[in-house]
């Protein structure tokens, strides 16, 4: 019984620490790719940063996702477990607000003459990858708050969602990086998944179920959404959803 409880004190933290480091070094991706556009706007030529004030808003309740994805690992981890549930009810609220203006701002984006702020690829082909992030994004939030009642299972589907918000951040990335295309954005971006396959196999031997499936989901959905762009169906349905937006 005494040695049970002493690998439960250890397990623990370790589990806290990875949750919380994976966390904050998504938010420092997150930072470095929007720091132009966004974080340093100040700083850097307007021609880095999206000139509609939506984007104010749009990156404000994007990082406010990472911040929370900070604090919830940390409020178990004191003990806060009420604070942590209730801050669960505004993260679900706020996941379905980032869809939204995901998706919206993407068609913005699609929109402009000159595309996507620090993306050299033409925009309505570019378009396939933030409304893929928001498809991802939506469907593993939306399972993970169906499994919260299971820990491990609501923290890995809150992880990888969180992952595949990441490539449109790996893709503003400096210029040397992003001449390579969107296969390095992607594969940059599953690194994280590779770390959390690490923490399972670390941790419990075996890979997670839901590390499996949810990631498999999200890595067969990039070189998809690869193979779609290049389509004329797409390039069709991405004309007409720019234009939902009016002339």
Do not use: C
């Amino acid at each position: 019984m005494t040695s049970t409880l002493m690998r439960g004190r250890v397990r623990w933290p370790a589990e806290r620490r990875f949750y919380t480091g994976m966390a904050l070094a998504m938010f420092a991706t997150m930072y470095l790719g929007f720091a132009p556009s966004f974080f340093l706007r100040p700083w850097f030529p307007a021609t880095h940063a999206a000139p509609e004030p939506f984007f104010y808003f749009h990156g404000a309740v994007f990082a406010g996702w990472f911040v929370l994805l900070i604090a919830q690992p940390s409020l178990v981890g004191i003990g806060r477990t009420d604070l942590h549930r209730k801050l669960g009810q505004v993260g679900a609220a706020l996941a379905i607000v980032m869809v939204g203006m995901g998706t919206v701002g993407a068609l913005i984006a699609a929109r402009r003459p000159t595309g996507f702020v620090d993306i050299p690829i033409p925009p309505l082909q570019f378009l396939v990858v933030p409304l893929f992030d928001m498809l991802v994004f939506g469907t593993l939030v939306g399972l993970a708050i169906a499994r919260r009642k299971d820990p491990q299972a609501h923290k890995r589907l809150m992880l990888i969602a969180s992952i595949a918000l990441l490539v449109a951040a790996i893709a503003r990335w400096p210029y040397n990086f992003k001449a390579h295309g969107p296969l390095v954005f992607f594969a940059v971006s599953d690194l994280f998944l590779l770390a959390l396959v690490a923490w399972d196999y670390v941790s419990r031997r075996t890979i997670h179920p839901v590390t499996l499936w949810a990631g498999l989901f999200l890595v067969a959905s990039q070189p998809l959404r690869l193979v779609l762009s290049g389509t004329e169906a797409w390039r069709s349905f991405a004309r007409w959803a720019v234009g939902l937006l009016g002339p």
